[in-house]
């Protein structure tokens, strides 16, 4: 019998979690094993900082709901979301980039025609987002569907409200020649839910708990990578302190003012109104 120490209980637990029988399984929870071990020998991780990470980590159970990822939003915070998507993300350096999902995308969004109003009755500044989804050697990508969805001036999603109709989301399918236009409101920068574990920890920092103006995509077609990603406003606030490291150069767009008059959908705006102009590059399959 191998009695435990202080020396070989890392090699003991990865030993014995080594006998997974998914190979794969094997190779993530023996690495689990080592790295949560250098962990504590690193920090010398006392008695009373373990129970305050499981008290921590039962918190962060007893928020989430299907609504509510306070796991989710833990991984945003500490980087790692964006680290996974970059390294299963590797589109060629033409391609439009990818970001994080993040918690509040919702399903089976309502489908609108080109210039649609995914912000009906919200109030805002009108923003008509228009351009055109091309593969990387410049072909137009017709039939590409946009699923689009934004918070409101106050940050809320729909997800944190109480509503029955879906509000700032929608799906929008480009044109045979590769254009969408879409209909929105201007977003704004807010804070990440600030009420729950995640919000206790980051009080403890200098971290800024705000993300900059917005708006989110999801692009599917058939022939090409799914697309997650972002559109941000050029000069917002947080552009570069975004707490869930989302940002990227490439993905900051001008939000031009326009005076009322003609807008890309066709119509004319009585208000003044904001345009932004976009073109996604899509990876093959
Ligand atoms: C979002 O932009 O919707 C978001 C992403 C990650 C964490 C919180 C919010
Ligand atoms: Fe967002």
């Not at 939003?73 to 980039?97: C, H, K, W, Y």
């Not at 805002?124 to 409101?152: C, E, F, H, K, N």
């Not at 807010?190 to 692009?219: K, N």
């Not at 939000?255 to 009322?260: M, N, Q, T």
Request: glycine letters at 8%; a negative charge.
């Amino acid at each position: 019998m191998e009695l435990v120490t202080e020396d070989n209980i890392t090699e003991l637990a990865a030993r014995r979690w080594a006998t997974a029988r998914d190979p794969r399984t094997r190779e993530l929870l023996t690495a689990l094993v080592r790295h949560l071990h250098a962990f504590a020998r690193e920090v010398r991780l006392t008695e009373d900082e373990w129970m305050a990470a499981i008290q921590w980590l039962t918190a962060t159970g007893q928020i989430s709901d299907e609504k509510r990822e306070e796991f989710i939003l833990t991984s945003d915070v500490l980087g790692l979301s964006m680290l996974v998507v970059q390294m299963n993300r590797r589109f060629d350096e033409a391609a439009t980039p990818a970001t994080v999902l993040g918690p509040f995308h919702i399903d089976g969004s309502p489908e609108l025609a080109f210039g649609g109003d995914m912000s009906d009755g919200v109030p805002g500044i009108p923003l008509y987002l228009s351009g055109i989804v091309r593969s990387l050697d410049g072909t137009p990508v017709g039939g590409a569907v946009l699923d689009v969805w934004q918070a409101d001036a106050d940050g809320n999603y729909e997800s944190q409200l109480e509503v029955d109709e879906a509000r700032l989301r929608a799906k929008y399918t480009t044109r045979a020649d590769g254009s969408y236009c879409l209909r929105t409101i201007a977003p704004k920068g807010y804070s990440i839910p600030m009420d729950g574990p995640v919000g206790d920890l980051i009080r403890q920092t200098e971290i800024s708990h705000f993300r900059p103006a917005h708006v989110h995509f999801l692009l599917n077609v058939d022939g090409y990578q799914p697309l997650i990603t972002h559109l941000f406003e050029q000069g917002a606030q947080y552009l570069d302190s975004d707490v869930v490291f989302g940002t990227k150069e490439e993905l900051v767009v001008a939000f031009e003012p326009r005076e009322p008059g003609p807008t890309p959908d066709g119509g004319v705006s009585d208000v003044p109104w904001v345009e932004a102009r976009y073109d996604f590059v899509l990876q093959p399959a």
